[in-house]
């Protein structure tokens, strides 16, 4: 339970609305404790006396605790909606703050469906649970107490049958509850399932389509659709039979009360109302052992939801951001001392292994290598995206772990292997580190990046609607779209990663072009698998699985560098060097 209690602290800030939702059940509470006597009273004293005042009275009297009941109630409602709603609307926003500030090594080992479930259903879940709690909190055990002291009072001897039935229907109520728990577990489990294939099918559906493999991904979704469809019949199952065996257990109480009560009227020894009164508290303690027993039931459901909530908060980003150092911009310089790198920290599979270079300030660096080479993984430590096993990576002289992580990232940017685009337009997407960019600016930088022309073909040019993942570009034209948004963004370091590789070979040379004449300040790292790309280079590094074998001009490499002979080789047979 500790884990939904810890998040009941979201409800401080509306804890007025927190604490009238309680407080306002009680006008319902008062009704359904004063209704049945005030009933009897009208059987045994109006009807019984015939005293037709003493009845208008009593039904007037009847009408107002009714009015003022269901106006409690609904205020009651309202108030814990709203508290509930705001409180699970934070929890919300905090969970998503935190899965953005995560680490890439931290989101590499979370799947992602987890994360949504969690951000919906969960914290849903965890919003209703709260909603239920303000408003029986308080209503279940006063109108269980009440109810069982009013009908000692109505009839200690009839009371005693409280004794037997209590107990009894707490006891199976229980046992149905305790079945049923496991199943609704699993049900939320299966849920998963079925989520994760359905996400995995609408993200890769044009694979799916390509390979005409819509049977078999079909299939897949049955199977996971058919273990959700079982666990959920089992499990409402259960629940369908609490209500009978409830009803059955107030019916075999009444026909007591009834049969008992009966002989009692019959020796003079109870009044008619005060048996429908009795059966009214009884039928409210027995109704109230069962919302019990639901709202236990919900608590520990609840809970499971509340630990995934609580785990997303306590993932520690394995970056530390402690150091903080800041200026107000870098030279450029970058230095890779003795660095060894591997994604699994503890395993020892090194994808980079014993890095040492020097690059200058405003240098274009090419890096060329082989495909799992380890190209994309070494720009990654220059964002700092990862920390590094061994060794020591220096910006401007200062270690990349000094230096705040927020600056490190505005600084260095990157256009990455494949481009994410925003849904949005185009215009949007561009600005989308700086809303504050002059349309001017935009279409200047969009000229360097080769990106105006094809906008201006486009309908509405710079409001041109992208679709989700930007399905509606070519590939060429989000790479340029991503290169136009990194430069907008002002970097002092560049990373190119393999950025214009969907781009024909001139668009690609008029990118270099530009960069050159306008970006000859800044540093440029630049992956490309075309050697044509960085030819132009100041240097260029050649990696082969995870080692830097060669560091130079491309005249020099192509003169002694082995690899980069091999490369050179196999792309003049295929034609790509064209400049
Ligand atoms: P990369 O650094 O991705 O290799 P690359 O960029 O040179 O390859 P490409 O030209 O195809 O873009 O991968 C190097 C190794 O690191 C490879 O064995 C896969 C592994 N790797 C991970 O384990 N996790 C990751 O997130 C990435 C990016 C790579
Ligand atoms: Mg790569």
Redesign the pocket.
């Known amino acids: 339970m500790k884990n939904l209690i810890s998040l009941l602290k979201y409800l401080k800030p509306y804890k007025k609305w927190a604490f009238l939702a309680p407080l306002l059940i009680v006008f319902e509470v008062i009704m359904d404790l004063c209704m049945p006597n005030i009933m009897a009273n009208v059987i045994n004293i109006g009807i019984g006396e015939n005293n037709t005042n003493y009845i208008v009275f009593n039904i007037i009297l009847m009408c107002i605790l009714t009015i003022l009941g269901i106006l409690g109630s609904i205020g009651s409602a309202y108030y814990a909606a709203k508290a509930s709603g705001y409180a699970s609307a934070d929890i919300r926003k905090k969970v998503f703050e935190k899965i953005t500030n995560l680490s890439?090594l931290n989101l590499?080992k979370i799947k992602t469906g987890h994360l949504i479930t969690v951000l919906t259903n969960d914290i849903t879940l965890i919003g209703e649970i709260i909603m239920y709690l303000l408003r029986l909190i308080f209503r279940i055990p006063i109108i269980l107490v009440g109810s069982i002291l009013m009908a000692i009072l109505i009839s200690p001897k009839l009371s005693i049958i409280l004794v037997f039935i209590v107990p009894i229907t707490t006891l199976v109520v229980s046992i149905l509850m305790k079945k049923a728990f496991p199943k609704f577990q699993e049900v939320q489990e299966r849920v998963d399932d079925v989520n994760t294939v359905v996400r995995e099918n609408v993200s890769g559906i044009r694979v799916v389509k390509a390979f005409v493999n819509e049977n078999y991904e079909i299939d897949k979704f049955d199977k996971a659709n058919k273990k959700l469809r079982q666990i959920s019949v089992k499990a409402i199952r259960i629940i369908n039979v609490t209500m009978p065996v409830m009803m059955l257990f107030i019916n075999i109480a009444i026909v007591f009360v009834l049969w008992y009560g009966g002989i009692e009227v019959m020796n003079k020894d109870m009044l008619i109302g005060d048996i429908i009164a009795f059966i009214q508290y009884l039928s409210n303690i027995l109704t109230s052992l069962l919302m019990a027993s639901v709202v236990i039931v919900m608590l520990s459901h609840s809970e499971a939801s509340a630990l995934r909530i609580n785990e997303v908060f306590n993932y520690k980003s394995d970056l530390k951001n402690t150091k903080k150092y800041k200026k107000s911009k870098l030279k450029g310089k970058i230095e890779f001392q003795n660095v060894d790198f591997s994604?699994?920290q503890g395993s020892g599979n090194l994808?980079l292994k014993n890095l040492n270079f020097v690059i200058d300030p405003g240098q274009t660096i090419g890096i060329v290598?082989?495909?799992?080479?380890?190209?994309?993984?070494?720009v990654?430590l220059i964002g700092r995206f990862y920390d590094i096993t061994k060794g020591k990576i220096l910006i401007d002289g200062v270690n990349i772990k000094d230096y705040d992580l927020n600056f490190i990232r505005k600084h260095v940017v990157f256009s990455l292997?494949q481009p994410v685009l925003f849904s949005g337009s185009i215009k949007d997407n561009l600005k989308y580190t700086n809303k504050d960019i002059s349309d001017d600016e935009m279409i200047k930088v969009s000229k360097i990046a080769c990106v105006h022309d094809f906008v201006m073909e486009k309908e509405n040019h710079y409001d041109y609607k992208i679709e989700q993942k930007g399905t509606n570009l070519s590939g060429g034209q989000k790479q340029r779209i991503s290169l136009a948004r990194a430069l907008l963004s002002k970097p002092d370091i560049l990373v190119l990663?393999?950025t214009t590789s969907a781009v024909d070979i001139n668009t690609d040379l008029a990118i270099r072009k530009g960069l050159k004449k306008f970006y000859n300040d800044i540093t440029i790292l630049m992956?490309s698998?075309r050697i044509s790309t960085v030819i132009n280079a100041d240097k260029i590094i050649v990696?082969d699985e995870?080692q830097i074998v060669g560091f130079d001009t491309h005249d020099k490499l192509l003169k002694e560098n082995k690899v980069y002979q091999a490369i050179y080789k196999s792309q003049i047979k295929d034609g790509d060097l064209d400049d």
């Open positions: 890439f590499d994604y699994d994808v290598g082989s495909t799992g080479s380890g190209k994309t993984s070494l990654s292997q990663d393999d992956i698998s990696l995870g």
